[in-house]
């Protein structure tokens, strides 16, 4: 990214004018590495959400036995997720980051008509699942995989064969994933530098105001969204954050949900006191499906993109921003970046240009290390509570804020019915 702000300014500022900057560099190599990097994203979208949601769905086990348990779980992960995006969106609106930015160049872009809200309710059920993959719908693709899942997880032996197909389809498309996110630094770079040399140093104005409105929406969504929760749950949120410092850091480490599994069950079970069984279930479950610092990001995003390229988002255009990028939090990879690929599906539904991801991607990486510290928080702040009205959490423990995993070795006494 600092590179490609450096090439940028220096070519904007030295070489603007001349074929050999314009054309070969600016318009020639940077434009095609930039926008096949773009495509391998949206390359991802379809085998990503069909594979990750129907694996989401058969990982909840048998659905008739553990039905109250993930009726709990689905629904808390969908709410924060909901809550995240309208934080996000009413941010957004009230800073308006991207306004008064205008690209340089002829960028032609015509806004199709947003569709009504019920006509968006009604098309999410795919009249032809297969004509919906190969066109990509997306809200027809993850209504298909989540009554696939379901179907799967209910039809005994036979389903269990085909659920292993589909895990063993989710770890060849993760792999594709991880394989796509190598490039980023090339296609950073290379988006980048084309910005900056195209706007110069009047592109990390509203690039900054774009950082600083997703850094504050992931704040006050861990401080507000989650104190609140805890706090209905029946839980003192001070000791839940103050023992969260090992599973935040590392998840910004690893910038990866998925990644930090290990290290959150080891936490939620030895210093928060929730049961084996219930943290075994919910956690992998939100590392899969529950995305509310993603979702604060594609909110965020939807509206300086918007602010960018000058179209007005209407009340159902937000409504269709917060429906889509709800179930799209459920389709999104526990891996770095991935959330770039489910903004694509975002942008499309409200009729806004993915190429907009260009502006913001060169900033991602770091706020996708910010995002990943909130997406575990969130997962571990729904266990806790599921587990308090499960009967499944030593509240003593829990209580107890300066207690270290050394004396907590032994947790399985925790609801041992469970």
């Known amino acids: 990214m600092v590179a490609g702000i450096v090439v940028g300014v220096l070519l904007g500022a030295v070489g603007s004018g001349t074929a050999l900057v314009d054309d070969w560099l600016v318009g020639g190599l940077f434009e095609i590495v930039g926008r096949i990097f773009i495509a391998l994203l949206q390359m991802m979208v379809v085998p990503l959400v069909l594979v990750s949601l129907v694996c989401g769905v058969t990982s909840l086990g048998d659905m008739r036995a553990l039905g109250r348990l993930g009726a709990k779980t689905l629904g808390l992960y969908l709410v924060t997720t909901a809550a995240a995006l309208v934080l996000a969106l009413t941010l957004a609106l009230l800073v308006s980051p991207g306004e008064g930015f205008e690209l340089a160049g002829n960028v032609e872009f015509e806004s199709r008509e947003a569709p009504p809200l019920t006509e968006v309710l009604i098309d999410m059920v795919p009249s032809n699942p297969i004509r919906a993959l190969a066109e990509g719908e997306m809200l027809q693709i993850i209504v298909f995989a989540l009554l696939l899942g379901f179907a799967i997880s209910v ?19 993760m792999r594709m994933v991880l394989l796509v996110i190598k490039t980023a630094p090339i296609g950073v770079f290379a988006l980048i530098a084309r910005t900056f040399a195209t706007q110069g140093l009047d592109a990390f104005r509203p690039l900054a105001s ?5 850094a504050a929406g992931l704040v006050l969504h861990v401080a507000l969204t989650y104190t609140l929760l805890l706090r209905l749950g029946g ?35 030895r210093r928060h006191g929730v049961g084996n069984s219930i943290a075994a279930f919910t956690v992998p ?71 907009g991801i260009a502006l913001i991607i060169g900033v991602d990486r770091l706020l996708d290390m910010l995002r990943t510290a909130v997406n575990v928080t969130g997962d571990s702040a729904v266990t806790c509570v599921i587990a308090r009205s499960e009967n499944a959490l030593d509240q003593k423990l829990f209580d107890d804020r300066h207690v270290t995993i050394e004396e907590t070795q032994d947790v399985r006494r925790v609801a041992p019915e469970l």
């Open 285 to 355: 479950l939100g590392a899969t499906i529950n995305m509310d610092g993603t979702a604060i990001m594609q909110g965020v995003a939807t509206v300086f993109i918007a602010n960018v390229y000058g179209v007005d988002l209407g009340l159902g255009d937000y409504l269709t921003v917060v429906l889509t990028a709800t179930l799209a939090s459920i389709g999104t990879a526990a891996v770095p970046s991935a959330g770039l690929i489910m903004l694509a599906m975002v942008l499309q539904q409200v009729g806004l240009p993915v190429q």
């Open 210 to 214: 774009y950082f600083l409105v997703v």
């Open 235 to 269: 839980l003192n949120p001070i000791p839940f954050f103050a023992k969260m410092k090992a599973v935040m850091t590392f998840a910004f480490s690893t910038s990866s949900s998925s990644a930090t599994i290990p290290v959150t069950l080891n936490t939620l079970e």
């Open 155 to 173: 039809s005994g032996e036979a389903g269990r064969r085909v659920a292993g197909v589909f895990h063993d389809l989710n770890d060849v498309v």
